[in-house]
């Protein structure tokens, strides 16, 4: 009963890498900028050189039953052509709604068959708990 202690020091580097930089997955910037609402991505290499185009961008809210369901996308993985740059507002068309739960989920690469430069940007939000930018 005495190894308890022993639990979190041996998870938290494991737990510590999920986030890390050599995997997939990035957390979305969401903001409030000129009255509507900002997604953007920073903080990467594949963004930063400029190369990374948008392949797939989906919006999801909680349903009535506690679970995430789709309610929007714009999907370019046949033919991306939109680059993404830094901090830059990527194009939503969805009207949003006050105290409803939202996830935002950004999918970019260098094309949709370089799978090494793929990432996936995640973000859960309300419309209650973004800043102005």
């Known amino acids: 009963m005495e190894m308890k202690w022993y639990i979190p020091i041996i998870l938290t ?51 009535t039953n506690g679970q995430m369901q789709e309610i929007w996308q714009a999907d370019h993985f046949d033919n991306p052509t939109y680059i993404v740059n830094p901090g830059q507002c990527l194009p939503v068309n969805y009207h949003f709604e006050q105290n409803k739960e939202y996830n935002i989920t950004i999918i970019t690469a260098y094309s949709a068959t370089n799978v090494d430069s793929k990432r996936i940007w995640l973000k859960n939000f309300t419309l209650n708990n973004l800043t102005m930018k």
């Open 13 to 63: 580097p494991l737990f510590a890498g999920c986030v890390g930089e050599n995997t997939s997955f990035r957390i979305a910037d969401v903001a409030k900028k000129d009255n509507k609402l900002c997604f953007s991505v920073k903080g990467d290499p594949t963004i930063e050189q400029g190369q990374a185009k948008l392949l797939r961008l989906t919006l999801s809210t909680r349903d």
